[in-house]
Protein backbone atom coordinates (compact mmCIF):
# COMPACT_ATOMS: atom_id res chain seq x y z
CA UNK A 1 0.00 0.00 0.00
CA UNK A 2 1.36 3.70 -0.80
CA UNK A 3 1.72 6.08 2.01
CA UNK A 4 -0.92 9.24 1.31
CA UNK A 5 -4.04 9.59 -1.25
CA UNK A 6 -4.91 6.60 -2.82
CA UNK A 7 -5.87 6.87 -6.66
CA UNK A 8 -9.47 4.75 -7.44
CA UNK A 9 -10.89 3.81 -10.66
CA UNK A 10 -13.86 2.52 -11.06
CA UNK A 11 -15.36 1.21 -14.61
CA UNK A 12 -18.18 -0.44 -16.45
CA UNK A 13 -17.54 -3.88 -18.35
CA UNK A 14 -19.22 -6.02 -20.01
CA UNK A 15 -18.79 -10.09 -19.90
CA UNK A 16 -16.63 -9.83 -23.03
CA UNK A 17 -13.98 -7.65 -21.61
CA UNK A 18 -15.28 -4.35 -23.46
CA UNK A 19 -14.76 -1.32 -21.25
CA UNK A 20 -15.49 1.80 -24.17
CA UNK A 21 -18.86 3.13 -24.57
CA UNK A 22 -20.67 1.75 -21.48
CA UNK A 23 -23.65 4.26 -22.67
CA UNK A 24 -24.22 1.87 -25.24
CA UNK A 25 -24.46 -1.51 -23.40
CA UNK A 26 -24.42 -0.81 -19.85
CA UNK A 27 -27.04 1.69 -18.94
CA UNK A 28 -29.73 -0.64 -18.42
CA UNK A 29 -27.60 -2.31 -15.59
CA UNK A 30 -26.84 1.02 -14.11
CA UNK A 31 -29.44 0.64 -11.78
CA UNK A 32 -30.63 0.14 -8.07
CA UNK A 33 -27.88 -1.41 -6.04
CA UNK A 34 -25.13 -1.18 -8.55
CA UNK A 35 -25.87 2.31 -9.27
CA UNK A 36 -26.06 2.95 -5.33
CA UNK A 37 -22.59 1.40 -5.42
CA UNK A 38 -21.40 3.65 -8.61
CA UNK A 39 -22.25 6.15 -5.96
CA UNK A 40 -20.24 5.29 -3.11
CA UNK A 41 -17.17 5.06 -5.15
CA UNK A 42 -17.00 9.29 -4.66
CA UNK A 43 -17.75 9.17 -0.54
CA UNK A 44 -14.16 8.94 0.37
CA UNK A 45 -12.83 10.97 -3.38
CA UNK A 46 -12.47 14.71 -2.82
CA UNK A 47 -10.36 15.04 -6.28
CA UNK A 48 -10.80 13.80 -9.67
CA UNK A 49 -8.24 12.38 -12.25
CA UNK A 50 -9.02 12.04 -15.53
CA UNK A 51 -7.63 11.88 -19.05
CA UNK A 52 -7.82 14.62 -22.12
CA UNK A 53 -10.81 12.72 -23.94
CA UNK A 54 -13.35 12.09 -21.10
CA UNK A 55 -12.40 15.62 -19.84
CA UNK A 56 -13.40 17.23 -22.96
CA UNK A 57 -16.64 14.71 -23.14
CA UNK A 58 -17.52 15.45 -19.50
CA UNK A 59 -16.92 19.25 -19.27
CA UNK A 60 -19.22 20.03 -22.41
CA UNK A 61 -21.86 18.18 -20.41
CA UNK A 62 -21.54 18.12 -16.70
CA UNK A 63 -21.66 22.01 -15.64
CA UNK A 64 -24.83 22.07 -17.10
CA UNK A 65 -26.48 19.81 -14.52
CA UNK A 66 -26.85 18.45 -11.16
CA UNK A 67 -27.18 15.82 -9.13
CA UNK A 68 -31.20 15.34 -9.49
CA UNK A 69 -30.74 14.32 -13.61
CA UNK A 70 -27.04 12.33 -12.92
CA UNK A 71 -26.25 11.31 -9.29
CA UNK A 72 -22.39 12.73 -9.27
CA UNK A 73 -23.08 15.83 -11.35
CA UNK A 74 -22.39 18.19 -8.07
CA UNK A 75 -19.63 16.06 -7.08
CA UNK A 76 -18.00 16.12 -10.39
CA UNK A 77 -18.63 20.32 -10.53
CA UNK A 78 -17.21 20.82 -7.17
CA UNK A 79 -13.73 19.33 -6.44
CA UNK A 80 -10.91 19.72 -8.28
CA UNK A 81 -9.94 18.29 -11.32
CA UNK A 82 -6.52 17.36 -12.62
CA UNK A 83 -6.40 16.71 -16.74
CA UNK A 84 -3.75 14.31 -17.92
CA UNK A 85 -2.83 15.30 -21.29
CA UNK A 86 0.62 15.43 -23.55
CA UNK A 87 -1.53 17.63 -26.42
CA UNK A 88 -3.72 20.18 -24.20
CA UNK A 89 -1.91 23.49 -23.50
CA UNK A 90 -4.87 24.61 -21.40
CA UNK A 91 -7.89 23.31 -19.67
CA UNK A 92 -11.61 25.23 -20.21
CA UNK A 93 -14.04 27.15 -18.20
CA UNK A 94 -15.09 23.56 -15.90
CA UNK A 95 -14.27 25.07 -12.57
CA UNK A 96 -11.71 23.52 -10.45
CA UNK A 97 -9.79 22.10 -13.56
CA UNK A 98 -5.79 21.70 -13.54
CA UNK A 99 -3.64 20.38 -16.43
CA UNK A 100 -0.96 17.92 -15.36
CA UNK A 101 1.11 17.53 -18.79
CA UNK A 102 4.88 17.49 -19.41
CA UNK A 103 7.90 15.25 -19.29
CA UNK A 104 7.46 14.07 -15.97
CA UNK A 105 3.08 12.92 -15.37
CA UNK A 106 4.03 10.65 -13.35
CA UNK A 107 6.02 12.39 -10.61
CA UNK A 108 3.37 15.06 -10.64
CA UNK A 109 0.57 12.94 -9.84
CA UNK A 110 2.73 11.25 -7.16
CA UNK A 111 2.86 14.61 -5.72
CA UNK A 112 -0.96 14.94 -5.95
CA UNK A 113 -1.19 11.68 -4.13
CA UNK A 114 0.96 12.99 -1.30
CA UNK A 115 -1.20 16.44 -0.75
CA UNK A 116 -3.67 16.39 2.41
CA UNK A 117 -7.44 15.20 0.89
CA UNK A 118 -9.59 12.29 0.34
CA UNK A 119 -9.34 9.85 -2.46
CA UNK A 120 -8.65 10.51 -5.89
CA UNK A 121 -11.41 9.53 -8.43
CA UNK A 122 -10.58 8.28 -11.74
CA UNK A 123 -13.90 7.37 -13.80
CA UNK A 124 -14.83 6.69 -17.41
CA UNK A 125 -10.82 6.96 -18.41
CA UNK A 126 -9.72 3.72 -20.17
CA UNK A 127 -6.15 5.07 -21.24
CA UNK A 128 -5.98 6.80 -18.16
CA UNK A 129 -6.37 3.89 -16.21
CA UNK A 130 -4.45 1.80 -18.30
CA UNK A 131 -1.33 4.17 -17.94
CA UNK A 132 -2.00 4.58 -13.49
CA UNK A 133 -1.71 0.38 -13.47
CA UNK A 134 1.43 0.23 -15.86
CA UNK A 135 3.02 2.85 -13.07
CA UNK A 136 2.54 1.79 -10.11
CA UNK A 137 -0.21 4.19 -9.24
CA UNK A 138 -3.75 2.81 -9.20
CA UNK A 139 -4.61 1.64 -5.82
CA UNK A 140 -7.71 -0.25 -6.78
CA UNK A 141 -9.44 -1.03 -9.89
CA UNK A 142 -13.35 -1.48 -9.32
CA UNK A 143 -15.50 -3.01 -12.14
CA UNK A 144 -18.84 -3.69 -12.59
CA UNK A 145 -19.31 -6.36 -15.11
CA UNK A 146 -22.48 -6.11 -16.97
CA UNK A 147 -24.19 -9.38 -17.79
CA UNK A 148 -24.16 -8.61 -21.72
CA UNK A 149 -21.52 -9.44 -24.24
CA UNK A 150 -20.97 -5.85 -25.97
CA UNK A 151 -19.61 -7.33 -29.03
CA UNK A 152 -16.66 -4.42 -30.04
CA UNK A 153 -14.84 -2.32 -27.98
CA UNK A 154 -11.39 -1.44 -26.43
CA UNK A 155 -10.83 -3.64 -23.10
CA UNK A 156 -8.36 -2.96 -20.65
CA UNK A 157 -5.70 -4.93 -22.07
CA UNK A 158 -3.29 -3.58 -24.09
CA UNK A 159 -0.80 -6.02 -24.77
CA UNK A 160 1.06 -5.79 -21.07
CA UNK A 161 0.10 -8.42 -18.25
CA UNK A 162 -0.81 -6.47 -14.80
CA UNK A 163 -1.38 -8.67 -12.10
CA UNK A 164 -4.56 -8.35 -9.85
CA UNK A 165 -5.29 -9.43 -6.29
CA UNK A 166 -8.92 -9.64 -5.72
CA UNK A 167 -10.41 -7.71 -2.64
CA UNK A 168 -13.60 -8.00 -3.06
CA UNK A 169 -16.86 -9.25 -5.35
CA UNK A 170 -19.90 -8.81 -4.65
CA UNK A 171 -23.22 -9.70 -7.12
CA UNK A 172 -26.54 -7.67 -7.00
CA UNK A 173 -30.08 -8.72 -8.10
CA UNK A 174 -29.81 -7.24 -11.62
CA UNK A 175 -27.10 -9.52 -12.77
CA UNK A 176 -24.67 -7.03 -12.06
CA UNK A 177 -20.85 -8.29 -10.65
CA UNK A 178 -19.18 -5.68 -8.45
CA UNK A 179 -15.05 -6.87 -7.76
CA UNK A 180 -12.57 -4.28 -6.50
CA UNK A 181 -9.44 -5.29 -7.18
CA UNK A 182 -5.45 -3.98 -6.01
CA UNK A 183 -2.30 -4.32 -7.65
CA UNK A 184 -0.60 -7.85 -6.54
CA UNK A 185 2.50 -5.98 -6.85
CA UNK A 186 1.76 -3.65 -3.71
Known amino acids: MTAGRRIEAGLFVSMDGVV ?6 GMPYNTGEAAEAVTRLFDDADTALLCRSTYQ ?16 ADWLNAVPKYV ?4 LTEVG ?11 DIAGQIRALKQQPGGTINVGGSITLVQWLMKNGLLDD ?23 MLLAA ?6 GVIETDYTPASR
Do not use: C
Open 57 to 72: MWSSFFPHVTSEQVPT
Open 141 to 163: LYLQIAPVIAGTGRTLADGEQIP
Open 20 to 25: EAPEKW
Open 169 to 174: TRAFAN
Open 93 to 103: QWKGSHLVTGD
Open 84 to 87: VSST
